[in-house]
DNA sequence: CCCATCAGAGTAATCGTTTTCCAGCGCCCC
DNA sequence: GGGGCGCTGGAAAACGATTACTCTGATGGG
């Protein structure tokens, strides 16, 4: 029986069949070892024969089978990607870059959004399923045990921070500090002591490391933070619409407020604005990430930067090193990347006078 | 030469080993077949056999090879999604929704941004390389020629909306009439006339689409549309910004304002709040699509619902039911969309008294 | 001038499944 | 009690690539 029977008789309607490497070798009259050291640029091929090798592959819109290739080689080209909640704004903006930085190299995005919980068991699953080639986990300083999975797979990962300092494996380290040191010294300029924090779900790392960098930063910058001005939030508009209010419920609301992302610095700027208090001029806000609306709220939002795009292409860089490299693993790598302050128009001096109108 | 050397041997610091179908076949004493046919609930396979092979697939944590499966099978089980800028607030949503629905069904999804312009064919290779068994197209109103070659080599596809009538394709129908109407008859209760539209980029099927909508909704609830108040915007911040302004340059400028989407919407409430107009006070606005900011804008925006759950799982439902299907294909499907007004704090009576402050 | 070496192309094994085909076995009915 | 038939389960052929190995012919040195 023909491999492919009545190709040409019985479907007239079907113009575009998909050819395989024997159609091409038959049409270049050559071997399937030929066209496959051609396609993948072997340089012992006669420049002849690839000649004719790639005018038939032309001419038939050949492309190899990816999950023969897969199949054989051991590799998917796939890329996990692990995200909290790709409903956070930042996390598109993130995707984007990396989806770029990863198609560039050949390789195909996986997303993973870990949402509330335990999802992340099953996302994990979905991506070994997947055999995934590697997986950079931003989910901002997650080393979960569920994820020894992975390692125990030898899948190569990366993370953007984690707690521990001697983790074995490859980390983007995030100098928050860098940004929250210069935040702090701008409003600490204009005069602002009493300096609040609105931060992430302390469950996640992120957030508990963020929190960590800014207490830091205030006690490197001279202020003390007071204890009752640190929050916690959701890293979403709800956590910093109610961190806000909590804040001004106090007998002495602070004068300035850093949140630990930029949507947190919305929901609390969007509080102020509903209780009919100006930003800047009753209270300053600064946030973290520098996401694309925080140039569009209104008044646009002063804030630290964390360069997505550094992080994207540290991260597909870091991972495809691992998956190219045969030799046994060598000692984990680090990547380090900076944040700096934007600012813009949500910080001023504080209000003399100021008193809270209940 | 044994099949995989030495493994407990030569590598003894590596426990988790992943076995093939073979290993299972051995250890429950049966045939790779039976294991397949046991995995894939063949219900021949006799069930003492049957949880036999289960044992021995749970002791060593067994599953199938997803490219082995695939190249047998023709079927990746993987799906595209197109969409046009996953950066925008309203995608995000959507994809993970979509994802649910995907997963729930041993999909997975490839998604693909088309960013700004020919993106498109790019994108379409890395899906049509990938052997998408399917695709979703969300660029709402896209039927570009591109896609043919998706058509051609017969991968099943949904759209939404179409501008041809006879498009032979799957289509998500989103009855925009519905909600405009309801939201022009809500603005032309409050006794709203002269009503301004911002569209999104007419290049885009999908902004044109929704601006029919408008134009016909006004006509049939009585309006006349005045055609100086209806803008072409980008679907994005910039373009809300830009278009309320350029209303607002108008020897007459409307009291109200619909916009082709919610980003949109949220950028003109931003350009009347840099000018010092109140909102609803000084001008009604009315959004669509309701993503999750626009209840978190301030004020809550008044904007037509079109729901996504719907969406992602009507398109879900289409593709796999073409992609089971293996019977010639079937007349095309339509499935429709509904939205509806959902009203907030952006509209309210038009000032009778009002002066452009210029 | 002959043999060793090497470059370059072809043959075939392999990756891990699914699935077709076939053999064996028990059962039923005559 | 024997023959046919229906089930079950196994052996083996795909799926479409990569690549180790083999083979052929050419080339260079002794």
Redesign the pocket.
């Known amino acids: 029986?023909p491999?492919?029977p009545g190709r040409a008789t019985t479907s007239p309607a079907t113009p575009n069949e998909?050819?395989?490497?024997?159609d091409v070798a038959k049409r270049a009259?050559?071997?399937?070892?030929?066209?496959?050291?051609t396609?993948?640029k072997v340089p012992?091929?006669?420049a002849?024969?690839a000649a004719r090798v790639n005018e038939a592959i032309r001419d038939l819109d050949?492309?190899?089978?990816t999950q023969?290739?897969a199949?054989?080689?051991?590799r998917s080209r796939l890329l996990g990607l692990l995200v909290p909640d790709i409903t956070n704004p930042f996390f598109p903006e993130l995707i984007k870059r990396f989806e770029r930085a990863a198609v560039e190299q050949g390789y195909e995005l996986l997303i993973g959004s870990t949402d509330d919980d335990s999802d992340l068991q099953h996302v994990l699953r979905r991506m070994i399923e997947r055999n995934v080639d590697g997986v950079a986990v931003m989910t901002f300083g997650a080393e979960d045990p569920v994820l020894d999975e992975l390692s125990h797979r030898h899948v190569p990962m990366v993370f953007v921070d984690v707690s521990k300092t001697d983790f074995p494996q490859d980390v983007l380290l995030v100098n928050y500090g860098q940004g929250m040191l210069e935040a702090l010294q701008h409003l600490a300029a204009l005069g602002h002591r009493d300096i609040g924090f609105i931060s992430g779900p302390l469950k996640e790392h992120s957030a508990l490391i963020r929190r960590e960098a800014f207490l830091a930063s205030m006690r490197q910058s001279g202020c003390t933070a007071r204890e009752d001005l640190v929050l916690e939030g959701d890293h979403q508009l709800e956590g910093g619409m109610y961190g806000m209010t909590s804040l001004l419920r106090l007998p002495h609301p602070p004068t300035a407020v850093l949140c630990s992302n930029d949507m947190t610095a919305i929901g609390a700027l969007r509080t102020l604005q509903q209780r009919g208090f100006r930003v800047p001029d009753d209270m300053s806000l600064v946030g973290f990430d520098d996401i694309h609306l925080s140039e569009f709220v209104h008044p646009p939002l002063t804030t630290v930067r964390m360069s997505q795009t550094e992080i994207a292409q540290s991260a597909v860089r870091a991972l495809l090193s691992r998956i190219e490299q045969t030799t046994p693993r060598s000692a984990p790598q680090f990547f380090p990347i900076s944040t700096r302050l934007i600012i813009r128009e949500t910080t001023a001096p504080p209000a003399l006078t100021r008193r809270p109108r209940f």
Not at 62 to 65: K, L, R
Not at 71 to 74: H, N
């Open positions: 029986m491999r492919k998909r050819f395989d490497i024997r009259g050559v071997s399937v070892a030929t066209v496959s050291r396609v993948n012992t091929v006669n002849l024969l050949y492309f190899p089978n023969a290739r199949l054989v080689s051991g």
